[in-house]
């Protein structure tokens, strides 16, 4: 394990962070969507969602919403993380997180990039680790060079793009998700919680895999 994941482990949580082995029926389900900038955590939790009655929550479109309502003030600070591929303070991120969760009275929820760092899991747990139920963590793999590929595509398609979707702020991206989110996944993965899957196939392909690792999760009833 590397040291920032020993840190994670040691984060204050004392076990009790909704890892799977302390839902009472009642908490909502969580699943973590993380993998590279491109490798299609947002195709994939819409598909989710279409079919499996799952809310998707996605933690970067969470923050793109806040960074254009009128007088937020934090609006600001999340466009200088954005275009600098860093990551907003997880007071801010995890309060809308929050916020969503409740506003949508459902129980089975697609958390998309999000715990990206240290500060995002230990706030999650300090805020949310009690009040949810985490299934598992699922990492969507694909190389870099496919991603930046994809992520071009998008930007080039896009009606509007992504402040973030250039070149330079990419490469800042793939920095940050190398060095402080892959912790974030090895230490999931020590504790038993991640379901890797390739998502370099196409994404009807993908999808299927993803739905057989639902059907098979222990304490989840597939819709
Ligand atoms: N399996 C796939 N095969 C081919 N293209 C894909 C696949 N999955 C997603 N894409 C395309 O790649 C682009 C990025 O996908 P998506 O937005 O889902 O990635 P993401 O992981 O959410 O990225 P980000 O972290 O930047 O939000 C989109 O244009 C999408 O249509
Ligand atoms: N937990 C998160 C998730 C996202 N952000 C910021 C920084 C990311 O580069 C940007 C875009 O996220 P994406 O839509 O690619 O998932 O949003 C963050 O700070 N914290
Ligand atoms: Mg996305």
Redesign the pocket.
Known sequence: MSDSAEKVQHGGDGGAIGDGHHDDGKKPNVIFVLGA?GSG?GTQCEMIRKDLNFVHL????L?RVERETPGSVNGAAILE??KN?T??PVEI?CTLLENAMLKSGEKNFLV?????NQD?LQGWIKQMGDKTNLLFVLFLEAPEELCTKRILSRAANASVVRP?DNVESMRK?FQTYINDTMPIIEYYHSKGLVRKVDSVRPPDVVHQEIVQLLKKTEGFQVA
């Not at 996605?58 to 479109?61: K, P, T």
């Not at 998309?112 to 990206?116: A, I, L, S, Y």
């Open positions: 900038p955590k996605s933690a970067g479109d923050l993380h954005m591929g990551i907003v991120t998309d990039g999000f715990p990206r995002n973030d991206r």
